[in-house]
């Protein structure tokens, strides 16, 4: 655990305590009365497996995926029905379905069962209706006519798409192949859809501001109307072996690449993303309240945090067991919750300090003033109106603890889920 991270987990949740993670679990989930909820379905698997990628996932055949869908389904019922079963006419999940904000697709690589799609959007429908859109993340070679065909059939309205660059030596770097731009734009002219979204990664060795530009012009050029722009983290799991950018380097490119969006009248919807307009969005990181469905997928309730089994044998059998496949439980402390809150809500660049109140019932100066006055002291933020938006500076600062982050929750955990399907527990 790096000390930034413990200092700045001790200072904002007025607390020692660590964040305990336990293999107790709720047999029923109360998401019933959550405002702004979404939802999110995890497909593990991929045709090959990308040295740098932390995901879960594991090498695909139609057999094993189709069994995993066929119990990722019954999760969703059981989920949505409360207590494992099937409710009966009048009870709980039947007759009366939550509004939810959007659903997410990831994996892996979820467009391999495109074919199947529509049944699991089915069983989200039965229980729940969608207000925000549906949106699935594809590899590049996903994309084609019949595949576009197939999803947009099934209900998708937005697509993620994992180009990482243009540029072939770091496609190299990244152990993939070129990606054909002529090809693409041809094939995503055919099937049209609300939001195209391509990922790029930056800070990657010996990367330029040049090739970046180059890489959201063509992006741009092939039918994108919103980028996302990721960062490179070296988690310690992963077996790519690529260096990892300076400090100075990465705040140099960010900084670049984002007054360049800008300049081109590109809305700045979060950190990583730019968009042709407002309404223009893909992410599933800033919601208040979600629910997981799938290996590794997580949840997120007014006052704790779980996380499915990473193993999909075992996420199986606990589901043919008519157990929900939670492996770890967080219950937060108010402060935890808080801090949470905060730092996934600052991943869109700002936070409404009415919605804080709204959420917690408490005011956010109450709780955390003196940290806002010095966030503007600083000039990692500016306030308007109870708002508080980031400055170019505060979105370089936000990555770089973000990296510290990571590296010290999310890798620690990532790492323990690979190895135990149900771990006893975990101190973070």
């Known amino acids: ?97 939550k509004e939810v904000t959007s659903l997410y697709f990831g994996g892996g690589t979820p467009a391999l069962a495109h074919n199947r799609l529509g049944e699991i959007i089915d069983a989200v429908n039965e229980h729940f209706i969608v207000t925000e859109g549906i949106g699935i993340e594809l590899h590049p070679d996903n994309v084609t006519p019949e595949i576009l065909a197939s999803l947009k059939s099934a209900g998708v309205t937005k697509i993620s798409i994992g180009i990482q660059s ?22 995503l002219d055919q099937v049209p859809f609300e939001t195209v979204s391509f990922d790029f990664i930056f800070a990657l060795p010996g990367q330029t501001y040049d090739e970046l530009k180059s890489d959201i012009d063509l992006a741009f050029d092939c039918g994108a109307n919103h980028i996302a722009i990721y ?9 790519s072996g690529i260096p990892v ?24 919807s979060s950190i990583w993303t730019f968009s042709k307009g407002e309404d223009i969005r893909y992410s599933s990181m800033t919601r208040d309240n979600f629910l997981g469905f799938g290996c590794s997928a997580t949840t997120l309730l007014k006052d704790s945090f779980k996380i499915n089994t990473f193993s999909v044998q075992e996420y199986i059998k606990r589901i043919e067991d008519g ?20 730092f996934w809500t600052a991943y869109s660049t700002r936070v409404d300090s009415a919605q804080f109140e709204q959420f917690f019932g408490v005011p956010l100066k109450k709780k955390y003033g003196f940290e806002a006055a010095l966030a503007k002291l600083f000039g990692f933020v ?15 600062f936000y990555h770089y603890y973000e990296n510290y982050y990571t590296l010290s929750y999310i890798d620690k955990m990532w790492n323990c889920m690979r190895k135990t399907a149900f771990p006893e527990g975990l101190r973070l």
Do not use: W
């Open 1 to 97: 655990m790096s000390l930034i991270t413990t200092l700045t987990r001790d200072y904002l949740t007025r607390s020692f305590k660590p964040f305990i993670f336990t293999d107790n679990y709720d047999t029923a989930l109360d998401y019933e009365n959550l405002q702004n909820l979404g939802l999110y379905v995890h497909i593990p698997f991929c045709k090959s497996i990308c040295s740098f990628c932390p995901y879960c996932k594991e090498l695909y055949t139609p057999e094993k995926c189709n069994a995993y869908i066929d119990y990722l389904i019954k999760e969703i019922h059981m989920v949505a029905d409360g207590d494992g079963q099937r409710a009966e006419s009048g009870q709980k999940g039947v007759g009366i379905r």
């Open 166 to 187: 243009f540029q072939e030596k770091y496609q190299s770097v990244l152990g993939r192949k070129a990606v054909d731009a002529v090809s693409l734009k041809k094939v």
């Open 231 to 239: 960062p490179f983290i070296d988690f310690s799991f992963a077996t």
């Open 245 to 268: 950018m300076k400090k100075n380097e990465k705040r140099r490119l960010l900084d670049d690449i984002t007054n360049y969006c800008l300049s081109r009248g590109f809305v700045r």
């Open 323 to 342: 157990k929900l496949p939670t492996a770890l439980t967080i219950r937060f402390t108010l402060r935890q919750r808080m801090m949470y809150y905060l």
């Open 382 to 396: 500016t306030e308007a109106d109870g708002i508080y938006q980031m400055t170019l500076k505060g979105a370089f």
